[in-house]
């Protein structure tokens, strides 16, 4: 089944204690993202990869790190987090073309005290 | 600055009834428009795109979505809406082929049995 999952789909944690939410892709696209998603604020990207090794920032991505060793995984990185981080968050894949829509994954819920 | 407006925080349909979730828009260029939907603890999945041609679009679950270049909108309509419908619908616009995808904030759908 082609599919986007990550993990874990909660967390709590506490205010400096880093974190990574893990996300991969089967379909062997070119395209990830990852997003947060805030009530009355819609979903904001936070990174994006065009492919291996090749990642940009997205609108907010104060205090968060990605990377694309590999095509299928781009996991999130939160090095310290801090409450104003406490979200849902979303990655998603698409195939190359900008016409293609995106697959989302489930969510991590992330609390962070 | 380029945005989308969903204008409706919620929209209370009654099982039955035709149903309209708005989106209007204000980018430059030909945009490429996009409708998702999230139900309750799951991932965005996709419902429809406008990327050129008639301005009437069909998706999944019977949804259809009228693009106005006039008004620069992207609506998004089913013409019976069922209970199972309730969701929160998030409008998303692509600028131009290579410009970011912008989401609006979302509208909760409500359909009442």
């Known amino acids: 089944e082609a599919q986007v999952t990550q993990n874990p789909r909660y967390l709590i944690t506490v205010t400096g204690k880093k974190l990574t939410v893990t996300c991969s892709q089967n379909?062997?696209?070119?395209?990830m993202s990852w997003y947060r998603q805030d009530p009355g604020l819609g979903l904001r990207q936070i990174y994006y990869s065009m492919n291996v090794e090749v990642t940009d920032k997205g609108d907010v991505p104060e205090g968060y790190k990605v990377s694309r060793k590999e095509k299928r995984n781009f996991p999130l990185i939160l090095e310290s987090p801090s409450p104003n981080q406490t979200s849902l968050y979303f990655c998603?894949?698409?195939?190359?073309?900008?016409?293609?829509?995106?697959?989302f994954g489930p969510g991590t819920r992330l609390t962070v005290l | 600055a380029q945005s989308v407006a969903q204008p409706e925080d919620q929209v209370n349909v009654a099982e039955g009834n035709p149903l309209t979730v708005k989106c209007t828009y204000s980018v430059s260029g030909n945009p490429y428009l996009f409708w998702y939907v999230q139900y309750p603890n799951r991932g965005l999945q996709f419902l429809l795109k406008y990327i050129t041609g008639d301005n009437l679009v069909k998706g999944s679950y019977g949804f259809e979505a009228e693009f106005n270049k006039s008004q620069t909108s992207f609506h998004l309509k089913k013409p019976s809406a069922l209970v199972s419908d309730s969701a929160l619908y998030f409008c998303?616009?692509?600028?131009?082929?290579?410009?970011?995808?912008?989401f609006g904030q979302g509208t909760e759908l409500s359909v009442k049995p």
């Open positions: 998303a616009v692509r600028p131009s082929p290579g410009g970011k995808l912008i």
């Open positions: 379909m062997n696209h070119e395209y």
């Open positions: 998603a894949s698409r195939s190359g073309g900008d016409i293609n829509e995106q697959f």
